[in-house]
T-cell receptor, first 116, second 117 residues
Framework: DTGVSQDPRHKITKRGQNVTFRCDPISEHNRLYWYRQTLGQGPEFLTYFQNEAQLEKSRLLSDRFSAERPKGSFSTLEIQRTEQGDSAMYLC??????????????FGSGTRLTVV | AQTVTQSQPEMSVQEAETVTLSCTYDTSESNYYLFWYKQPPSRQMILVIRQEAYKQQNATENRFSVNFQKAAKSFSLKISDSQLGDTAMYFCASTPGGGTSYGKLTFGQGTILTVHP
């Protein structure tokens, strides 16, 4: 297992188009998170899964955003009708959370989205 | 809800010297975890150090150590013997130790650290 993988690394799209990003977490991890990061800012929570269940979605997330994690493996994040304000780095992370503690995230390299 | 504040947008240090990055947080939880993450330029974010709130002892990882002041809700990161490879953006983060948001990280705004030769 080589860590958390995200695809693509970069995406340029025209305003109004739909985009989909993929994340492959560390196989032993039971949690998968999506964050958004704009230049010079800290990551902002979008949503997370425990196994295949989506447990929380940010109230800041519009209905244009949807995420799935079929069978508790990889996850996809889709943005419909993209807007210029969606331009950001989209980070995926996974973690192993149990009754014994939280040992932090392993992050992927991110997908940089540019909406033109 | 948890909040994390990093009041130093940028810091710089000479190679081999020591630097301290500040972080304050606010939480209503009795148990929680605190983290420092490092994000080098154009590279992925990696975990530097982790602290469990119910542990009195400050965490250390090689040249990295924390000063955890629970009453003051302060969690600073000290980097000793700074190296050029320490140049990065550093994020402080927290998560509740239980409940529905257990494991969900809240990040600060980040501090850009530059190590000069």
């Amino acid at each position: 297992d080589t860590g958390v993988s995200q695809d693509p690394r970069h995406k340029i799209t025209k305003r109004g188009q739909n985009v989909t990003f993929r994340c492959d977490p560390i196989s032993e991890h039971n949690r998968l998170y999506w964050y958004r990061q704009t230049l010079g800012q800290g990551p902002e929570f979008l949503t997370y899964f425990q196994n295949e269940a989506q447990l929380e979605k940010s109230r800041l997330l519009s209905d244009r955003f949807s995420a799935e994690r079929p069978k508790g493996s990889f996850s996809t994040l889709e943005i419909q009708r993209t807007e210029q304000g969606d331009s950001a780095m989209y980070l995926c992370a996974s973690s192993l959370v149990s009754g014994q503690g939280d040992y932090g995230y392993t992050f992927g390299s991110g997908t940089r989205l540019t909406v033109v | 809800a948890q909040t994390v504040t990093q009041s130093q947008p940028e810091m710089s240090v000479q190679e081999a010297e020591t630097v301290t990055l500040s972080c304050t947080y606010d939480t209503s939880e009795s148990n929680y975890y605190l983290f420092w993450y490092k994000q080098p330029p154009s590279r992925q974010m990696i975990l530097v150090i982790r602290q469990e709130a119910y542990k009195q002892q400050n965490a250390t990882e090689n040249r990295f150590s924390v000063n955890f002041q629970k009453a003051a809700k302060s969690f600073s990161l000290k980097i000793s013997d700074s190296q050029l490879g320490d140049t990065a953006m550093y994020f402080c983060a927290s998560t509740p130790g239980g409940g529905t948001s257990y494991g969900k990280l809240t990040f600060g705004q980040g501090t850009i650290l530059t190590v000069h030769p």
